[in-house]
Structures are given as C-alpha cells and as structure tokens.
C-alpha cells in the first residue's frame, strides 16, 4: 500500500508505493479509478452557496476572546480529546471563539500557523485505521468510511466520534483542513440525500458489482434468498433482509428490492455512529 511522509527540507508532502518501492510527489488518490473524477468548473452558484455559509457562521454574543488547547505532540489525540470533550454541550460555543493552540515545551504567539498544524496532525490520527473507528474503503484508495466494528475496537468509540465531528465542525467554522477523505455514502447520508447503488462502489467494490450484476441479469440461478451472511471474528453470522428472508428466493421481479435492502444493511452497520458523529458537528 501507499504511504505518505512530510520532506522537512522542501516542507512538501511525498508518497511512498511499498509494493513498487517508489516515491513520487504526486497524490496517489488523485489517480485513482474510483476517487479520480472529472475537474469541476466553476460555478458561481457554489461562490454564492460559500459565501452564504461563512456568512452564517459567527460568533456567538458571549463567546471568550480564545479558547486554550494546550497539548503535547506525543499524546496529541488523547489531550485534544480530553480538553474538547471537557465541554458539556451548552459550553461548545467556546469551541468558535480563537483558537489558541500551545504544543508542550513551545511557547509562542498563534497567529493562524500552529492551529493549522494542529487540524493536520490530530486528523492524522483521528483518522488513522489503528484506532478502529475508521477504515479504508478499498485497499488502492484512500477514502475512509467508519468501521462497522469499531465498538469492539474501541469501548469509547462513540464518545470519539462525538469528539471528531466536534473537531470537523470546528474545521469548518475557522476555514481549517483536515486531513481526511471520505466515501460519498458519508456525504450523502450527512446531506440525508438518497444513497444509490452507484455510490456503493467506493464502499466495497464486490459487493457492488455483485449487486450490479444481479440488476442486469436474472438472479433465480444464484440461489439467492432475502438473506445474508456476515463474518466477524471468524463466525458467520446471517441477517434476514426482511421478515422470513431465509424463505424467500430473490427473483427477476424482486431484486430490486433485494438490492435496495442490501445497501440498507450494509449502511445500517454504521448508521449509529455516523449520526453521533454530525450532532458533534452541529
């Protein structure tokens, strides 16, 4: 897989192909069959739609000059964490005043730079699969999604999903970047726009093109039923789809219904979290 590292003499990203042993200063992702997309031109519509939102986003009367995040480097996430989530929610407001960022042992004025910094690193770990919380949609991208499994990894987990959609919504509010990639289900369901089949392939590839396939063919010699089955830790698991799913074949007449009930399930694993994660960015 890919990796990317920062060149402290040029102050530029590169990225490192390990199944090649290569380097290259050009983002893999944006080569990318899946994530690799026609360049939007643009569009007046969107300057208004930007301007419309940093106009909404003020600060609250009342709200203090800064707000303190003192943190070390080493333990980055875990003090980000910990003064963040000290905010009961009728405090978060404090959360648009400035941010003044100090790493341990680096005193110094923030005029903007070690904030920026800040976004970068913690989202590097916020967003780092080894926690759990989120995966790797395919393994030759880079987009993430939510690991349908992260309360196994992680007991806390839905405390920091809290945590990290308060840090996207600071993000936005202060005109900061993160770090971060994400499938267009997750987009899709923060919008609570309708997910389509189209939108799956980001997500698992099989899956997609098995459910395509079904779409385009007729499914009776399959053997399908309003069933499925699901792997963890080594036990299989089945699911029914819909009442007596285990009864009922999947036919040419319904598998679009199939269909649909399937990207259902498969969204449902992380729907919980997903929507924990948007009330932390409202």
């Not at 290259?24 to 007046?44: C, F, G």
């Not at 875990?78 to 405090?91: G, H, K, P, W």
């Not at 770990?125 to 992680?154: H, K, V, W």
């Not at 399937?262 to 932390?280: D, H």
């Amino acid at each position: 897989g890919w990796e990317i590292r920062f060149h402290e003499q040029s102050q530029k990203h590169f990225y490192i192909d390990h199944n090649t042993h290569s380097t290259q200063w050009e983002d893999p992702r944006l080569n990318s069959k899946v994530t690799a997309v026609k360049a939007i031109e643009y569009s007046r519509d969107y300057k208004r739609k930007y301007d419309y939102l940093k106009a909404q986003l003020r600060r609250p009367h009342g709200t203090p000059n800064k707000f303190d995040i003192p943190v070390k480097r080493s333990r980055i996430l875990e003090d980000s964490f910990n003064v963040i989530m000290s905010l009961t929610a009728q405090r978060t407001k404090v959360l648009k005043a400035r941010l003044w960022v100090e790493f341990d042992g680096e005193k110094g004025l923030d005029y903007g730079g070690v904030a920026r910094e800040w976004f970068y690193l913690l989202s590097k770990e916020m967003f780092n699969p080894y926690y759990g919380l989120f995966e790797y949609s395919a393994s030759d991208n880079y987009t993430l999604q939510i690991n349908p499994n992260s309360g196994l990894c992680n007991e806390d987990h839905l405390k920091y999903f809290k945590f990290i959609g308060r840090v996207c919504g600071m993000a936005v509010f202060h005109g900061k970047l993160i770090d971060a990639f994400f499938v267009r289900p997750f987009y899709k369901m923060m919008l609570k726009k309708k997910i389509i089949l189209a939108d799956m392939e980001a997500v698992d590839t099989e899956y997609h093109n098995s459910l395509k396939w079904i779409l385009e063919n007729d499914p009776q010699c399959l053997d399908l039923t309003f069933q499925v089955e699901t792997e963890l830790f080594g036990q299989v698991q089945r699911v029914d789809l819909k009442a007596g799913g285990a009864h009922i074949a999947v036919t040419e007449t319904n598998k679009k219904e199939y269909v649909h009930l399937v990207i259902q399930w498969l969204l449902s694993e992380s729907r919980e979290t997903n929507e924990i994660l948007f009330r932390g960015v409202s």
